[in-house]
């Protein structure tokens, strides 16, 4: 019989090693060409998610759990490796001591990611299969402040002249904002380790807005892959994005189901 844990944890390896993989080529393009270190150490990390891909071909839901627990560490490990890099990249870029073409925010934004991604794993070997009710609006605050990011990426890596599109993503931008304050809003009204109030409706609202967002960065990605928008954005990155939107869309259902199956 399947574990869910095991059947989660391999869930989570599958989508955020290949993300992890994908944030080192996106570092690796926006270095300088003199940045050869920082460079290198990209690449090592597109290995180092490479190899963890490969391994995890070898489970299946009906794998050990032990064996997936230690897979899991090992995992972990590495997401913390690749979140302490960022962090470095990050620090380099404030002080100025780097000048690159990726944006710090971005930088902060896969750091979090990474982050977001080690305490799964850490969550998933103490036995947390999904957040504590308490804990639910604080990942939905998570997510609602990548797809905000992501808006003002997009904005920002957009050719300037593509001004509709711009004008699109500006209005993405603000709309995950509202959604960010309202989300800190509603945890402030939680009462204690409880699940703050109204919290399905706020999810179906949720909904809403990344259903359109996802679909948004959809039409985007096949206008940059058929060359038909002018931009700085990498066909992967538009792409990376999308599934991003579409994993919170797999989140937000998650919980729903959550909510009401605690009821
Ligand atoms: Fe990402
Ligand atoms: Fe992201």
């Known amino acids: ?17 290949r993300i992890m993989k994908e944030h080192a080529l996106f570092l690796s393009l926006g270095f300088t060409y003199e940045q050869t270190q920082l460079i290198a150490e990209a690449k090592q990390f597109i290995t180092l998610f490479e190899r963890i891909e490969e391994k995890l071909a070898r489970f299946n839901v009906n794998s050990d759990l032990q064996r997936v627990k230690s897979f899991n560490n090992e995992v972990y490990q590495a997401a913390v490796a690749i979140w302490g890099y960022k962090r470095k990249v990050l620090g380099l870029t404030l002080r100025c001591e780097i000048r690159s073409n990726n944006y710090p925010l971005l930088v902060d934004h896969i750091s979090r990611e990474a982050a977001y991604f080690a305490n799964r794993l850490r969550d998933l070997n103490e036995g947390k299969l999904a957040p504590e009710p308490d804990t639910i609006i604080q990942e939905n605050l998570f997510f609602l402040r990548i797809m905000a990011d992501h808006a003002k990426f997009i904005g920002h890596l957009l050719d300037p002249s593509e001004r509709k599109l711009v004008d699109q993503a500006r209005d993405f931008s603000h709309d995950f904002d509202q959604l960010v304050f309202q989300a800190i809003d509603l945890d402030s009204m ?3 380790s409880e699940t703050v109030p109204l919290m399905d409706q706020f999810l179906d609202q949720n909904r809403v807005s990344v259903v359109s967002l996802r679909d948004f960065k959809k039409t985007a990605r096949e206008l940059i892959e058929a060359c038909r928008i002018k931009s700085n954005i990498h066909p992967l990155l538009a792409d990376h994005t999308f599934r991003e939107a579409e994993r919170f869309l797999e989140i937000i259902d998650l919980f729903d189901s959550h909510l009401s199956g605690g009821r």
């Not at 019989?1 to 090693?17: A, K, T």
């Open 1 to 17: 019989m399947s574990n869910p844990i095991v059947e989660r944890s391999l869930d989570e390896i599958r989508f955020w090693s």
């Open 190 to 192: 939680r009462p204690q």
